[in-house]
Every structure is written in C-alpha cells, then in structure tokens.
C-alpha cells in the first residue's frame, strides 16, 4: 500500500476549509492550529481523514480559562479555550487545535460542538472539562459530572472559584480556627 | 502475683477482667481492608515481607467492615469519598479503632483546598494519628504500638 | 479567605436522579428483567476507590458504568496557586505507583516552557530513576493483580524485591515513595558513592527473580484459564479510545513514546519493546513481565554511561536553578539568585506547552500554560488510567464478575492517576 508523504496541515487545512483557520502558533518546536468554533467539526474530521495528515489518535482534551483576578481576560480573543491534543503515529507527530469560546450573553455557559464522534477517546475528557470548566460539550452522550460530587456547585478549574483552602493555624488564631472545625465526637 | 506468691508455681496466672480483656483485644485487631491512596501502597509494603504485621495478629484484611476491628485510613480523604468513609465506620461494630495514616488522614497533609477534608477527625473519631507522607512502615508500626498501649489502658466502666 | 468559602454555598440536597443514567443502561434494568449492582467505592479489588455500576444477567456483565472522582485531590488547581519549583511536590502524588515518572512529565515541561537547558549527565540520571520507577510499578501491579486472582505468594515476592528499590530511591532522595528527586533543571543531587554498586547488584539479583514468577504464573494452567481470551479490545478500538502503554501494546500496536519521539537521550540505549497479540489480559501481562527485563537493560547502559556523561547533575542556569550551597558562603550573586528563587520562583511566558512521556501506565501527558508570573495560569495532565477506566466497559461486556476483576487488574490503574 502506497503511503501519501506527510503534508503541513497549516497549508493543508487553510486551503481546503477557507475561513475555519483563525490564528497559527509556533512555540517551542509546537504548532497550534486556533480554529474557529463553528467550524470545528469539520476541521476535526479533515485532519483525521485526510492522507497525508492521519491524525488518528486524540491525546489530550484540555481547557483553558484566560480570566485574569484582576480584572479582564488580556488580550486573548475570549475567556475560555479549549485545546485539543492529537497524534499522527503514521508520520510521528504533534499538533494541537485551539478554540475559544465565551460565555452567553445572559451568562450561560460556553458551548462547543462534541467531537466524540470522531475520537471516541474524547468522551470522558470532554466531561471532565465540562465538570471542572463549565463549557458545555454538545453532543456528548453523558453530559453527568464526573469528577465532582453530583450535587456539587461551581466549576473548580475557573479561576475565579476559590481555592477553599482552610486558614493555616498558628498559635494567634488556633482557638477561632478550632471554634469552627467540625470533629467528630463518636 | 496473688495466688503464686503462696502455693508456687501452678502454670496459673492471675490478673485482673479489665487487663485479660484488653489483652485479648489487642492480640489480633483486625483491619478493614480500606487503602485510599498512598498510604496504602506503604500499607501494604508493612504487610509484605521486610515489615510483617502478621506478628501484630494483622495480616488478616477484612473485606466487610462488620468484621473488622480497625480501620486504618490511609490517603486523602476527599468530599466526595467522605460520607463512605462514615458509612463503613457505623457499620463496624464496637469495639473499634481508627488510625489515621498519614498526613492527609491527620489534617489534610499537603493538600489545603476544596477536594480534600481537613483531617478525617472531622468525621470520624481517631485514636491514634500517624504522621507521614507517606509514613514509613516502622511508622506505621510505632502507630500500631501506640493503639495497643491505650487498648491496654482501657476501663471497663467506659464501655460496659 | 475565611475557611471553606468554596463549600458554603453547595445544595443540601440529592439533586441527581435515575434520569441521568436512564439512557446507559439498557431497557431490562428499568423492568427489573437484569440487576443494578453497586461494586462499591470500598472494594478489595478495584485497585483503589473505584466505582463501578454493573448491570448483571446473572453473573453476565451487560454494562458497566464506571464512577470515579472519590480520590479527586484538586491537584490541579493546588499547583496553579504555587510556584513551578514548589509544584512538583504536588506531582508525586498523582500516580504514587511511579512518582518518579509524574515529577518526569511536569520538569520537562517546564524546563520546555522556559527553555532551559537539562546537562547531559542529569538526563542519564533520570532515564536510571525514571526505569528503576517503571520496574518497582511493574512489580506492585504484578503482585495486586496476582492476589487478586488467588496467587498470594507472588504479592508477597514482588513486595521483596520492591523494598530494594525503595532503598535505592531512599538513598538518593531520603524518602522511599515521593521524593521530588527530578526537579525543573536537572535532579535534586548527586548519587552518593554507594548507590551504583547497590543497583549493578540488584540488576545482577533481579532477572532470576522475573524468572522466579513466570515459572508461577506464565505457564500455568489456572492463570492461562482466567487470563486467555478474557478483555479482549482489538488495536483500533484501543487507539479510537486513547489507550497507552502496555495495554495498547498487548493488542500488538507498536507504540512507545520513548522509540517514537525519544526524550531525555532514549534514542542512546538499544531495548526492545514487547508486543502481543491478541488484546487480552494474558498479553498484557507478557508485555509488562518482558518490559521489566528490557528495564533492566536500559539501566545497564546507563550505568555504563553515566562516569562519560558531560555536565553536572542539573543545569547552571542560576535564574532557573538554585545554586549549590556550598556557594551561598563567598558568593553574593548566589545569595541573590537562592533569595529569588525560593521566595518567588522564576517567570514563565505566557505560552502553552505539551509533553508527553511513557510512564508504567501509558503516557502521561502535562499540559503548562504560563502567565508571564511566577505561577501557572493552567496545569492540566493527562493520565493513562483515566483513558483505560473509560475503556473498561468495552472489555468487559459478556464477561463474569470474576473476569471483571481480571480486567481492571490488567489495565493497572492508579485511581490517583485516574482522578488527580
């Protein structure tokens, strides 16, 4: 069986989905395709299928959240990012694609499609960034919590949740903090 | 003691109820088979051979929490994993005892965030707190030690 | 912060329901037809706090719903709100079968964030703890996974050979299990003088001892019946779904990370790497057994390597790196640069990076993203038993409860790896 060379998926994928490539980053011998949300999918299934890119295997689903303490998300184009981490093992590489989203307007959180269907790895991945950031996977067949409790509120990886640590004790505020602390009598 | 002191040797011994029971208690305590994180990978190398707890009547893990007599928490307790942990600790019954293992059991150990309850003592009631991160089996064992002396030190009036 | 302001404001109540899960289990469980059965948190065999949710027909598993995040530590966002130096402690404790491996995964990522340089002789130091780690994993996964199918013996051998690891790791980094011994820069010290001539006798001890358990367990008629042709998961399911390591190999894909995309001079050291064939527990267990025997070929060279390695055992890049003490007493810029760096830490750009590294499980991966400060905006590791516990039910419909624990011994699962 003839195997097609390996081809730049920067190229690649910016001529043949004009529109869906926002941004290209280069950093530390990586590349981050940033593409836009509406036309995931798409760009999903194009560098999986075509030859010359066969990006087969999803390694890492991670999400991103840009909110800045004080104040503001800097200069990145919105307050979330989800990045998806994929292999070629046929030509032995790394790419990752990049997509921000922002929240509703009335708050709600931010929706990306799934892409369950096309890396059935991504599954509990993506329910785990929806547990822990809020975005909402579309799509996904399991839309429960994963790592948190079921009945739990928040999204801890945000960075305006708080660490909800318990205030270290030292001899000057021992017996307030002690005060407080539940123990278990029997 | 008493009865040797007039007759001589008979294979006798006399002793009080109080210290025949604790004895007998602190011969073989059972633990529950209950290994969270990594203490329990340091649990069980005090199982294995270099660091036996079978010479303590321990080698014997209970799988069912009716059965056993203590429940050594070894890891991080987390929220999620906490109403379990008071679960199996009202269905074992009396008498019973709890170690703590490690520092994340004691007070929360290194992690001082939302996921992790700051000491299992605010569930359950501990007997003896094993420091550590994770504590090492000869640690562990002076822990086990410990437990034993206050078995020893026990009153019937407490309990009876 | 007043205590616990993250907890005051959760419900009170149950708010889930039979809804959630309705659409995961199959018709026959709602009618009563197959049984919902709990195999609980605290089960002798699920290798940890595990979950699992079976529909049974009989003894017949239909599905089976894992349930995980009771050991879930919020690691994460505990190394967000710390500096990169003082973070790897915290990774020890994810996967605490191979800390080693995680301190590995998060100091190579950090050393690419920044762009710095790791001496030649620090990385063989490395590849001899990050292999040492690989067996001692190996072992303990050997030994659980034995007892649980009834071979008590070999738990029992393998915990044996593990405390000599265990002294070796203790020699070199004062702590058995979580010594933080591979920080951003290179490691935290120099061998002592008595730790080679410790491991070249336990490399010479070690493979007779290999030879010891498969003479128990490879050819043995009752292990062959409980592990041949049980959790079977053909090679293109297991990469659709994101396995890794020994459990993609044992279905015969020629994947290791440290031949595809070597790191830390892997390309310098000749080992083979096992495959199976058919996906089953038995193959798995192949590979893991024969990975052990490759480690010990690995650290063979090294030690060869090691007296001819260029460098110091960690970089000299004092904004990065604390000077060694013996400078702090002439030197002022190394009072200055120790001051910086254990005060506040170095800076990181805001940009992201990805390393991946075969650990005993599979590949673990780190995900950095700096801020430009001395803190991480975002830490994020992939773990290979939270892809292999997705996978779980794939290889288990059709079996008894008794493969099912066969299974999940098989895929050598952390739940601290699972859940973080």
Known sequence: MQIKPAIDPIEAVSAALPGALHSVVQYAGETTLVVEVAHLLKVVSYVRDTAGLIYNYLSDISAVDYYEPTGGIGNRPARFAVNYHIYSMLYNRRLRLKVYVDEGDDGSKPVVPSIVKVWPAGNWLEREASDMMGIVFEGNPDQRRLLMPDDWQGHPHRRDYPLGYETVQFSFNVEEIMKHKPFAKD | ?160 | MTANSALENQATEWVGSLDDVKNLVTERALTGETMLLNMGPHHPSTHGVLRLLLELDGEEIITCLPDIGFLHTGIEKTIESKSYEKGVTCTDRMDYLAPMSNNAAFCMAVEKLVGLDVPERAQVMRVICLELTRIQSHLVWLGTHAIDLGAMSVFLYCFREREKILDLFEMISGQRMMGSYIRPGGVWRDFPKEFVPTVEAFLDDFPRRIDDYELLLTTNPLWLDRTQGIGVIEPDVALAWGFSGPSLRGSGVNWDIRKAMPYLGYENYQFDVPLGEHGDVYDRYLCRIHEMRECVKIIRQTLKRLPEAKGGFRSDNRKFTPPPRSELGHSMEAVIHHFKLWTEGFNAPDQEVYVAIESPRGEIGCYLHGTGGNKPRRVHFKTPSFMHIQGIPLMSENHMIADLVAIIGSVDIVLGDCDR
Not at chain 2, 8 to 13: C, E, K
């Open chain 2, 1 to 160: 003691m008493g009865v040797t002191q007039k007759l001589g040797d008979l294979g006798v011994v006399t002793t009080t109820l109080e210290t025949a029971i604790n004895w007998a208690r602190t011969g073989a305590t059972w633990p529950l088979l209950f290994g969270l994180a990594c203490c329990a990978i340091e649990y069980m190398s005090t199982q294995g051979g270099r660091y036996d707890l079978a010479r303590f009547g321990m080698e014997l893990n209970r799988a069912s929490p009716r059965q056993a007599d203590l429940m050594i928490v070894a890891g991080r307790v987390t929220r999620k994993m906490a109403p379990v942990v008071r679960n199996l600790y009202d269905q074992m019954a009396n008498p019973k005892w709890v170690i703590a293992m490690g520092d994340c059991a004691s007070c929360g150990g290194v992690y001082n965030n939302y996921a992790v309850v700051q000491g299992v003592d605010e569930i359950i009631p501990v007997d003896v707190y094993v420091a550590g991160c994770p504590p090492r089996p000869e640690q562990l064992m002076h822990g086990i030690l410990t437990l034993q002396e206050k078995i020893m030190g026990e009153k019937i009036k407490d309990w009876a």
